[in-house]
């Protein structure tokens, strides 16, 4: 059982276009990560996201957090070849910093 | 600074046999994880030390998964022996236990070795 539900799971689209990607979760976080992962690489942390409602942006990168500190969202304004990858959401849960991950969303961005 | 060093990047092996994983985290990283993503599937934590000691090793497999991190710098994961089901990639993560907690929080990836289980 995933503990954190990512959807779409891919996602192909257009140069131009807009997205969002969702990363659901019946459990509570204190914290919750997004990272990208390129083929052949390990992930890169993008955000770190840790008041319920909280909203974060990384250029045409936006990223929110629930009230309730159990989903999360992130969407691309005019999706670029460049953010083609595999985008992973991670929960912290307790002390010791520990991160459940979710299945995440594979992203093909076309020209 | 100098990231996550892993190595082999790439690994074939045949059921049944034996494979060691190297890693050697960021200069003064007190905690070292390792984990396991399937394709197609998120990152699987394995077993996470700080220093040299294990924090948690709950979802290691122990009849045949082993690692240590004898002097809390580098580590080694190995797999004896080998199933089918191992066929992942083998990730290895550091983060820090010094500066803000939104820092200690921050896991830096190597960029892991694809192991393949004939």
């Not at chain 1, 807009?18 to 509570?28: A, G």
């Not at chain 1, 909203?55 to 990223?63: G, N, P």
């Not at chain 2, 045949?14 to 890693?23: D, G, L, M, P």
């Amino acid at each position: 059982t995933q503990l954190l539900e990512q959807s779409p799971q891919f996602l192909s689209i257009q140069e131009g276009e807009n997205l969002t990607v969702y990363c659901n979760s019946s459990s509570v976080f204190s914290s919750l990560q997004w990272y990208r992962q390129e083929p052949g690489e390990g992930p890169v942390l993008l955000v770190t996201v840790v008041t319920g409602g909280e909203v974060k942006k990384l250029k045409r990168l936006t990223f929110q957090f629930g009230d309730a500190r159990k989903d999360s969202s992130l969407h691309i304004t005019a999706a670029q070849p460049g953010d083609t990858g595999l985008y992973l959401c991670a929960g912290a849960r307790g002390y010791g910093n520990k991160l459940v991950f979710g299945a995440g969303t594979i992203l093909r961005v076309k020209s | 600074e100098a990231g996550v060093a892993q190595s082999p990047r790439y690994k074939i092996i045949e059921k049944r046999q034996s494979v060691a994983f190297w890693c050697n985290p960021i200069s003064g990283h007190a905690t070292l994880y390792w984990y396991q993503q399937i394709l197609g599937q998120g990152p699987k934590l394995l077993i996470q030390f700080q220093n040299n000691g294990v924090v948690d090793d709950s979802q290691l497999p122990k009849d045949r998964f082993s690692a240590e991190r004898l002097k809390g710098v580098d580590s080694t994961l190995k797999i004896q022996p080998a199933k089918l089901e191992d066929s992942a990639v083998y990730l290895c993560a550091s983060s820090s236990t010094s500066g803000r907690w939104l820092a200690k929080n921050i896991q830096y990836f190597g960029a892991g070795t694809r192991l393949s289980v004939l």
